[in-house]
């Protein structure tokens, strides 16, 4: 396998964890902070969400998972399994996953900083990818819940729950 290099790999950026907790303080979110790691509580439209920040220094990369407040009955895993997959076929950032271990249901999306002359992630970068977690969150929230309590199939589901406007009033 060709090893690729250039003269930036040995250059520190700054830890943009840093960056996200100034903004969870000045947006009076619930937060904790570990050295590379924020866990941000967010309300959305429809649950609470758990936003875990990962900085990897290593790869350059800050990774963000969002936990959807979500308790999955066994009996509709499959099911719940078949549309985050049908899901994720029509995502252009981040994916949904299920973890099996937390039973639960996530947003995951990571981010590379990989041009130190142009710095480290940015308040901008890092303000669109919670924004994009929170909204694909709450676009595809009515989906699980139409299967778990709905008792709707996966197509059912995204068909009722995923409609494009197309007019206005």
């Not at 290099?5 to 969870?24: G, K, R, V, Y």
């Not at 000045?26 to 570990?34: V, Y």
């Not at 990369?61 to 994720?88: A, C, G, W, Y």
């Amino acid at each position: 396998m060709t090893s690729l290099s250039t003269d930036h790999a040995i250059l520190e950026l700054p830890n943009p964890i840093d960056l996200a907790e100034e903004m969870a303080g000045a947006n009076n979110w619930d937060f904790s902070r570990e050295e590379d790691e924020l866990i941000i509580l967010l309300s959305g439209e429809y649950c609470d969400m758990h936003l875990r920040l990962f900085w990897h220094q290593e790869y350059k990369t800050l990774q963000l998972v969002s936990f959807l407040d979500l308790k999955i009955p066994e009996n509709r895993l499959s099911d719940m399994q078949n549309v985050i997959h049908r899901i994720n076929e029509t995502m252009f950032l981040g994916h949904f996953e299920y973890w099996h271990n937390e039973s639960a249901i996530l947003f995951r999306h990571a981010s590379l900083a990989s041009d130190p002359m142009a710095g480290s992630i940015t308040a901008d970068h890092l303000a669109n990818l919670i924004e994009i977690a929170v909204k694909e969150s709450n676009k595809v929230y009515p989906v699980f819940q139409f299967i778990m309590w709905g008792g709707l199939s996966p197509e059912e589901a995204i068909e009722a729950s995923m409609l494009e406007c197309a007019g206005s009033c």
